[in-house]
């Protein structure tokens, strides 16, 4: 699987954006997908994750009841709305992908357990 994220940008603080991950490859749809970021000076935190099928989620507390992770896997996209955006957000947001999750497999949110991701894409939120 190879995953391209796309949709980050300037934004002000209490705005919303639609993080997109496209991915290639025929896993993708056996794969567990989360969205990590990265800020400066700080380790790779998990944001949220998804199952293979889509039906269920799991969310940093962080960002529970602002950010909603999604997916196609007709078209092969994992999709991260993110509202109310606030400067703490401010980050590089990573699409990562378990591609060696099996149909019961927990959706996780440490690092480890993923083994694919993408180059990122930066978000920036101004007050």
């Known amino acids: 699987v190879q995953l391209v994220e796309s949709g980050g940008g300037l934004v002000q603080a209490g705005d919303s954006l639609r993080l997109s991950c496209t991915a290639s490859?025929?896993?993708?749809?056996?794969?567990?997908m989360g969205w990590f970021r990265q800020a400066p000076g700080k380790d790779r935190e998990f944001v949220a994750g998804?199952?293979?099928?889509?039906?269920?989620?799991r969310y940093s507390d962080s960002v529970k009841g602002r950010f909603t992770i999604s997916r196609d896997n007709a078209k092969r996209i994992v999709y991260l709305d993110v509202n109310v955006l606030e400067p703490e957000d401010t980050a590089v947001y990573y699409c990562?992908?378990?591609?060696?999750?099996?149909?019961?497999?927990?959706?996780?949110?440490?690092?480890?357990?993923?083994?694919?991701w993408g180059q990122g894409t930066q978000v920036t939120v101004s007050s």
């Open positions: 998804v199952s293979r099928s889509g039906a269920r989620t």
């Open positions: 490859g025929p896993t993708f749809t056996r794969s567990n």
């Open positions: 990562e992908a378990n591609s060696r999750s099996i149909l019961t497999s927990p959706v996780h949110d440490a690092p480890e357990n993923y083994n694919l």
